[in-house]
């Protein structure tokens, strides 16, 4: 009996780490005009499951969280932002549809040439110079995840509890330095 | 201090009322979650996660109820097996309907989501899908040669002007956008139908990729501001490595039939994807309901069993309080008018009228131990012995007066029969006879008067009988010690009789006398014969003499005593008075008493050592080898101390006939004396509070013992205890 337990359990880890994953791999922060903007490198690593579930109509969305704040023990925040990328599969032309934060829409007829773009993220913009204070610390913190509240109903209950469909970077750090 | 239990259930109830008014809201949230409500969707999961805890919390409480419930009926308590039994039986006939109706609906849910996928429609959606592409297909290839010639033609007339001329190449071609791109994907050149947009539409690299491999590419694209279906057609120049893109637009009937299309056919595919995890997310909320219901009925079951019994449980710990004993036991009443509020009123007036009942019991108990107590007391203060006989002839009581004058310890014979108590105690025969025949016969009240030898000696009783009232064949034997009273009876007649005598005979005696000696001294020389003058007279003279000392013996008899006790050493007046037979050789002396003192009067007393010793010493007159044994002693027996003296002779013994009443006046064998003698020293004895008794020795001879109680012992020597061989006697 235990043995078995312990098998459901090494099972249930070997999944987790087989399951696909979500990396930011770089950000750079630079400066245009009054604002800065943020560009960053993700790389998507998703699981079959997933993709299967992607072509066979199911949408799903990434969520990319971005907060700026002061690098203090309280740190308050000075600046977030949400941004959600829905992709769904289009079965008659046979493309991935994205649909951007500010509705934009982009086909793509590949999975690479999906995620391609998605890992592209690029003068995304993050605060307002006027915001930070010269010389004084600032970090800005970055996650990627799929919205599993985004999900269809159905599906909600399995992706919970199942390491497959949670898919997060966690939170990522950086020093801002106006 | 305990919880009441009503309370404690109450409270309780409450709770687990709250708990399932909460799982039933959430289910219903649930519910209306599944069925795709777009604000509660969001909360499908918390629902999930709180009705699965709530179930949880639900299952523990029955858990520990039912646990409770177990460890009840393992002990034995009351009501347990009941209440069991009833948890069992509501909870079966719970799950029955439950049950049935969840497989029902199980069914019916997974036939009909599975109807939904019916093959028929899944292929009729695949051909829809198809037709709609076949439709585009030969728009498509059209589309491909026409964009061909296009690029021909743009090769041949080189890029040079290309941005001026693109314009009228795609006015030509009818397109929406053309664009020329390099091998990068870079655009060179590009226009649109609409003067605004300024951007083409860019492929993706991998579309690119695909045109150089295969030389074209024909796709389907979304474009434009209402996203209307557009034939994207890229053709790949190999000598120059440009691509040229044409984004033709289908008819907006064509394009909004092929949108629904796929529209629907999405939706039905993603339906299809879901198709189990619907089954699964509605047989899931199915099976929380039927949780729900299932373990509501098992705790409703739990409880309403406990609520129905709990009136019947506490009345079964109330009647085993009673069965110990505690008829202080009262109910609360149930309420409700019921049948259990009038069992427990009857219960409480049973309990209240017992305890009452119980109380009058106690009451007369004391009354009759108190007349008991009282009936005992005057009893053990009888001087009349009194002794209960069952209609068996067995014992039954005795008061203590019985035992001491009869001399029998009657505790030790309780349950024997009187008859075998009676031979014991050696009782006459005949009265033992009497006593049969007494309480056989209807004729209980029966009295009569019985010679009994005690320990202490031959006593005279008075008996009665009667039978007790209230028993039926009780019968009560009462005997009372007259052996005092005939004794003083017969000690009154003999003081008469000496009063009379020495009153009758004394006053003759003296002119007899004085005669006797006038004739003596006027005749006798005087006349013939004067012998027989002389004998005559002097007998006469003489007898008068021996006739006024027996005279004055029957005055002392009769004179009324003058007792002065005081504390005397016994035995040196024994000595004294055995100095005055110092020549007497059969006399032998054994004095052990020392110098224990008597309250006693002194004269009295040599009175009573010297009739004692002369009388041993006359016994013995005549013997060969006479001899005459005087011992002393101090012994004790029944608390009292006492110094006896044993005279012990070797003579011809008393005469068994007078051996019962030698101490009776004028009872002698002797041919000279009173007979007044021993009956003296009785009275002397008596009034020194001892006793005296005489018995014939086995080898021949007397014995007489004198007990006197040493100084200061005389309370604890009443009566003075007898010598053991009179027990033997």
């Known amino acids: 009996m235990r043995v078995r337990w312990l098998l459901c359990l090494l099972s249930f880890w070997a999944g987790s780490i087989m399951a696909g994953q979500i990396d930011i791999q ?100 993050l605060v307002d110079v006027a915001v930070l204070e010269k010389g004084a610390s600032y970090r800005y913190r970055m996650k990627v995840e799929l919205d599993i509240e985004s999900l269809p109903l159905p599906m909600r209950p399995m992706a919970w509890f199942s390491p497959v469909w949670n898919l997060s970077s966690g939170w990522k750090e950086w020093p801002l330095i106006p | 201090m305990a919880l009441n239990p009503v309370k404690y259930l109450g409270t309780r109830m409450m709770l687990a009322l709250l708990l399932l008014s909460a799982l039933l809201v959430s289910l219903h949230l649930m519910s209306n979650a599944v069925q795709n409500s777009a604000t509660l969707s969001k909360l499908y999961v918390p629902l999930l996660i709180f009705n699965s805890l709530g179930l949880l919390i639900l299952v523990i409480l029955i858990g520990i109820s039912l646990k409770r419930l177990l460890l009840a009926y393992r002990q034995n308590r009351p009501g347990a097996r009941l209440t069991l039994r009833m948890v069992i039986l509501f909870t079966l006939l719970s799950l029955l309907p439950v049950g049935v109706v969840y497989f029902y609906s199980m069914q019916f849910l997974l036939r009909g989501i599975d109807s939904w996928f019916d093959v028929e429609i899944d292929k009729a959606m695949e051909n829809a899908l198809s037709l709609g592409k076949a439709s585009l297909d030969l728009q ?34 009818n397109a929406t956008e053309l664009t020329v791109l390099d091998q990068n994907g870079r655009v060179l050149a590009s226009s649109n139908v609409n003067p605004g947009v300024l951007v083409a539409d860019v492929p993706d690299i991998g579309i690119l990729q695909q ?61 299809s994807y879901l198709r189990k995890s619907l089954k699964q997310s509605f047989s899931l909320t199915l099976l929380l309901v039927l949780l729900f219901s299932f373990f509501s009925a098992v705790w409703a079951a739990i409880y309403s069993a406990r609520r129905l019994l709990s009136p019947v449980v506490e009345l079964g710990e109330a009647t085993r309080a009673v069965a110990e004993g505690d008829y202080t036991t009262r109910l609360k009443s149930p309420g409700g008018g019921d049948e259990l509020t009038f069992l427990v009123s009857s219960f409480n007036d049973m309990t209240q009228r017992i305890a009452q009942a119980r109380d009058e019991a106690a009451r007369s108990q004391q009354q009759v131990e108190q007349q008991r107590q009282y009936l005992q007391t005057l009893l053990e203060h009888l001087s009349t012995g009194v002794i209960s006989i069952d209609s068996e002839g067995m014992l039954r009581t005795a008061n203590s007066a019985a035992g001491q004058i009869l001399g029998v310890d009657f505790e030790a014979h309780a349950g024997e029969h009187i008859a075998d108590i009676a031979r014991q105690a050696r009782w006459p025969e005949e009265f033992i006879g009497t006593l049969r025949s007494v309480w056989e016969s209807q004729m209980r009240e029966r009295q009569g008067q019985v010679s009994i030898d005690t320990d202490s000696g031959r006593k005279e009783f008075q008996w009665r009988t009667t039978s007790m009232s209230g028993s039926e064949g009780y019968l009560v034997l009462m005997f009372d010690d007259i052996t005092g009273l005939i004794r003083a009876q017969k000690e009154s007649a003999w003081g008469e009789v000496a009063r009379r005598l020495a009153h009758e005979i004394k006053n003759p005696l003296t002119p007899i006398q004085l005669s006797a000696e006038r004739l003596r001294r006027k005749y006798l020389g005087k006349v013939e014969q004067d012998e027989v003058l002389d004998r005559a007279t002097h007998t006469i003279i003489q007898q008068v003499e021996a006739m006024k000392g027996m005279v004055n013996d029957f005055s002392d008899y009769a004179r009324p005593s003058v007792f002065n006790p005081r504390a005397l050493a016994f035995e040196q007046l024994l000595k004294d008075v055995l100095g005055l037979y110092a020549s007497e050789r059969a006399l032998q002396c054994k004095l052990n008493a020392g110098d224990t003192l008597v309250d006693g009067d002194a004269v009295k007393l040599r009175q009573v050592l010297h009739n004692l010793i002369k009388n041993a010493l006359e016994a013995v007159a005549g013997v060969d080898k006479p001899s005459v044994r005087i011992e002393t002693s101090v012994s004790a027996s029944a608390g009292c101390h006492f110094i006896e003296v044993r005279i012990l002779d070797n003579g011809a013994g008393f005469d068994p006939e007078m051996l019962g009443r030698v101490f009776e006046p004028y009872a002698t064998s002797k041919q000279k004396g009173t007979g007044l003698g021993l009956a003296i020293v009785r009275k002397i004895v008596d009034e020194h509070e001892g006793g005296i008794w005489v018995a014939n020795a086995p080898p021949g001879g007397a014995v007489v013992i004198l007990r006197l109680p040493v100084s200061g012992q005389n309370d604890a020597c009443r009566p003075m205890p007898a010598p053991t061989f009179m027990k033997e006697q």
Request: hydrophobic share 40%; proline share 3%.
């Open chain 2, 211 to 271: 045109a150089r491999s295969l030389g074209s590419y024909v796709g389907l694209a979304s474009y434009g501001e209402d996203q209307l279906l557009h034939v994207r057609v890229i053709v790949a120049d190999l000598a120059t490595s440009h691509y040229v893109q044409a984004l033709y637009p289908t008819t907006e009937r064509v394009s909004i039939l092929s949108s629904e299309v796929q529209d629907a056919y999405e939706q039905y595919q993603q339906l």
């Open chain 1, 26 to 125: 770089e950000t750079r922060v630079w400066l245009q005009g009054e604002r800065y903007l943020l560009d960053a490198d993700l790389a998507y690593e998703l699981d079959d499951g997933i993709m299967e579930a992607l072509d066979n109509g199911i949408p799903v969305v990434f969520t990319i969280s971005l907060v700026v704040e002061e690098a203090s023990l309280i740190s308050p925040e000075l600046a977030s932002d949400r941004l959600d990328y829905h992709i769904r599969f289009r079965p008659l032309t046979a493309f991935y549809e994205v649909t951007g934060p500010a509705g934009e829409q982009r086909s793509f007829i590949t999975r690479a040439a999906l995620f391609a773009y998605l890992g592209e993220l690029r003068e995304v913009p």
């Open chain 2, 140 to 173: 498509k290839r059209q589309l491909l040669q026409q964009t061909n010639q296009l690029k021909r033609q743009l090769i041949e007339e080189g890029t040079d002007g290309l941005l001026v001329r693109i314009s009228s190449y795609r006015n030509a071609v």
